[in-house]
């Protein structure tokens, strides 16, 4: 069974990485590229919980590499719908929001320090960069 969820999933995400290749939502070449590094790199079980569901920090960690270059844009600006779909998926409450978007925009140049035409693993260290940056302002839980 576990099987086939993996199977369904990396399908479903090699159909998302094909979309958004042929969309015109400001995706790149390197965006796509770190999306298939990521499942390169990953095996199936770091990226599911006991239960069969994509673990919440690997759900993070996929958002920010497919849409890192929006939420480069949108955190300068200091919100945005990428940046809100961010702080969903951090669980942060709606009335936090807002202060969750400005910690973004206050430490962008911190979370933001390569493209991922330079550096594959941008998103990854951008949500290491978060992770601790959402403790110290008591964002999370």
């Not at 960690?61 to 779909?85: H, I, K």
Request: proline share 1%; hydrophobic share 45%; aromatic share 8%.
């Amino acid at each position: 069974m576990n099987s086939i969820r993996t199977q369904g999933f990396f399908a479903g995400m090699a159909i998302a990485v094909l979309g958004l290749s042929l969309s015109a939502c400001n995706t790149t070449k390197a965006t796509i590229d770190t999306t298939i590094a990521f499942f390169s790199s990953t095996s199936p079980q770091d990226l599911f919980s006991a239960d069969g569901f994509v673990k919440q920090e690997q759900k993070i960690n996929l958002f920010a590499g497919v849409a890192y270059e929006n939420l480069r844009q949108e955190s300068a600006a200091g919100g945005g719908q990428y940046v809100t779909s961010l702080a969903s998926l951090y669980q942060i409450p709606s009335e936090k929001q807002q202060e969750f978007a400005r910690l973004l925009q206050v430490k962008h140049s911190d979370l933001f320090v390569e493209g991922l035409n330079a550096d594959r693993t941008a998103h990854l260290k951008m949500v290491d960069v978060l992770n601790r940056e959402l403790i110290a302002a008591s964002l999370t839980r």
